[in-house]
C-alpha cells in the first residue's frame, strides 16, 4: 500500500486519457476501414470498451473517496450532489449554448429543457442529437445520485447492493415498456430494451458496481489480502481485457455492427469485461511496473485530467467547428488534445474550483 499511497492514483488518472483515446480511435474508425485488415477493424470497433472504463473507474474513485458519509445529513448529500453538478454541468452548458447559438449548426432543435437537462440521452429518439457523447454523462449523474446509497447497501452486503440494481433496473424496463404500451408516442423513453441495456444507467449500473466493490475490498483489511493474492495484476487485467474484447468483436456480423449487440457480447461486456479492468486497476496502483510509471508521468496525468474536456469535444459540434477551419491528416487528435488541455486549465479548472469554494460555504 506504500506504492498507492505515493502515487495518489495518478496512473488511474493516467488511465482517463488512454479509455479517452480508445473512443477516439473508435468514432474515427470509418476513416480506417480500407486501409485496416478485417481483423483489426472488428476489435477497433469494440473499443467504446473506453467508456465502460471511465464508469469503472467512477464507481471505484466515488466509493473510495465518499463511501456513505453523504448521507449522514441532507446537508452532506446537497453538498456533494453540487459538486458532482459543478464537476460535470458547467463546461458541457458552455458547449452545448454555443451549439445552440451557431444556429448553422443547430437549426430545427428544440429540445432544449431535455438537452440542458442531460434527460435527452433517456429517450432513443433524442439520444444522437446536441452533444451526442454526453449519453454517458446522464448514465454518471444517475450514479452519482446513488452512489452513496449503493455504498451503504455494499457494506451491508454485496448482495443488497445487486438486488437493488436489479430491481432499479426492472423499474427501467418497467417505465419504459409501460409507457410504450400504453401510449405508443413515448419517443423511445427507456425503449426499446436493447437502448435502456447500452444507453442507461438501469443497464450500465454493474460496470460502477465492481468499481465500487474494487474500492470497499481496498477499505478492508480482509480485502486487502485478497486483493494481494492476485499475482501479477496488470498484466492479467491488461491481457484479461483485450482477450474479452476480441471475444466481444466475434459476436458481431461485421466490422461496423458491435458485439454487444448480440446476447452473448453483451453479457460478456457488462459480467465480465468490468472484472477485467478492476484488476487492471488494481495492478496500477499496488504494482511497480512500466505501465503505471508511464501513466504516472506529469504528461499522463495532465492528459487524463484534460480528458474529460476532450471527451466532449472530440465528437460532435466542436470538432465539427474545427474541422470547418482547420483538417489534419490524424482527424485533428493531436490539435484537439491541445484545445483541451487549454480549456481544462483556463476554464473547467478554475470553473470547478470556484463552484467548490463556494459550496464549501454552505
Known amino acids: ?208 458496481f465492481f468499481g465500487m466493490l474494487l474500492a470497499y475490498l481496498m477499505k478492508r483489511e480482509r480485502g486487502i489480502q485478497f486483493l494481494k493474492t492476485l499475482k501479477r495484476s496488470t498484466l492479467t487485467g491488461g491481457i484479461s481485457m483485450m482477450i474479452l474484447t476480441i471475444a466481444i468483436a466475434f459476436f458481431a456480423r461485421n466490422n461496423f455492427v458491435h458485439g454487444v449487440e448480440r446476447w452473448e457480447g453483451r453479457v460478456i461486456h457488462e459480467f465480465l469485461l468490468p472484472v477485467a479492468i478492476v484488476i487492471f486497476f488494481w495492478g496500477l496502483m499496488s504494482e511497480k511496473t512500466w505501465i503505471s510509471k508511464i501513466l504516472s508521468t506529469r504528461f499522463f496525468v495532465l492528459l487524463g485530467n484534460a480528458s474529460f474536456v476532450f471527451y466532449l469535444i472530440h465528437l460532435s459540434y466542436f470538432n465539427m467547428k474545427l474541422k470547418s477551419y482547420l483538417y489534419l491528416p490524424d482527424n485533428n487528435f493531436v490539435l484537439l488534445w491541445i484545445c483541451s488541455i487549454i480549456i481544462y486549465l483556463l476554464i473547467e479548472k478554475p470553473l470547478y474550483e470556484g463552484c467548490r469554494k463556494l459550496i464549501a460555504k454552505i
Open 1 to 208: 500500500m506504500e506504492t498507492l499511497q505515493k502515487n495518489k492514483f495518478d496512473a488511474l488518472t493516467g488511465m482517463r486519457a488512454i479509455a479517452a483515446i480508445m473512443v477516439f480511435v473508435y468514432h474515427n474508425r470509418k476513416y480506417w476501414r480500407n486501409d485496416l485488415p478485417f481483423e483489426v477493424m472488428r476489435f477497433i470497433s469494440e473499443w467504446h470498451i473506453g467508456v465502460t472504463v471511465f464508469f469503472v473507474l467512477s464507481g471505484f474513485l466515488l466509493a473510495y473517496r465518499y463511501e456513505e458519509k453523504p448521507l449522514e445529513s441532507k446537508k452532506s448529500y446537497l453538498k456533494y450532489i453540487l459538486l458532482r453538478i459543478a464537476r460535470i454541468f458547467p463546461l458541457y452548458w458552455i458547449l452545448l449554448s454555443a451549439y445552440f447559438l451557431d444556429t448553422p449548426y443547430s437549426k430545427n432543435v428544440d429540445t432544449y429543457f431535455l438537452q440542458y437537462s442531460l434527460f435527452y440521452s433517456l429517450f432513443e429518439k433524442y439520444s444522437v442529437s446536441g452533444i451526442v457523447q454526453a449519453w454517458s454523462l446522464t448514465v454518471e449523474f444517475f450514479f452519482y445520485l446513488l452512489a452513496p446509497l449503493l455504498f451503504l447497501l455494499l457494506k451491508k452486503s454485496w448482495k443488497y447492493c445487486v438486488l437493488f440494481l436489479i430491481g432499479f433496473f426492472l423499474l427501467g424496463w418497467g417505465i419504459g415498456y409501460g409507457l410504450h404500451e400504453y401510449n405508443g408516442k413515448s419517443k423511445g423513453f427507456l425503449y426499446p430494451l436493447e437502448f435502456m441495456i447500452g444507453s442507461t444507467f438501469f443497464g450500465r449500473s454493474l460496470e460502477f
